[in-house]
């Protein structure tokens, strides 16, 4: 079993930039793909990155154009999310979660997940 840990949200002004960070606690962090994702206000979950267990492979969702960078440091049992040229759609809660599925265009699913950190862009 993980428990992973969502830190690094705030209040960002459009144009700025966050980097998230995704803590993990338990197991056997290096065996587990992450996935970030992020939840609207009375809008669905949506995949936005996903990194593989080595950090080799990344996926993106095709909405974010190269704003966002997903990276990992197994010796830190973290991975990090950078968000560029935030804009105030991308107010949301981000999370992280274990072995969501990742394929081009589409990053779903997810077995542990933390409990989000909040993300609002507004001048």
């Known amino acids: 079993q993980v428990q992973l840990v969502e830190s690094g949200g705030g209040l960002v002004q459009p144009g700025g930039s966050l980097t998230l960070s995704c803590a993990a606690s338990?197991?056997?962090?290096?065996?587990?793909?992450i996935g970030w994702f992020r939840q609207a206000p009375g809008k669905d979950r949506e995949g936005v990155s996903c990194i593989s267990n080595s950090g080799g492979s990344t996926y993106y969702a095709r909405s974010l154009k190269g704003r966002f960078t997903t990276s990992r440091d197994n010796a830190k049992n973290t991975v990090y999310l950078r968000m560029n040229s935030l804009k105030p759609e991308d107010t949301a809660v981000y999370y992280c979660a274990t072995d969501p599925l990742c394929i081009p265009g589409e990053i779903t699913g997810g077995d542990y997940w933390g409990q989000g950190t909040q993300v609002t862009v507004s001048s």
């Open positions: 338990g197991s056997s962090f290096d065996y587990y793909r």
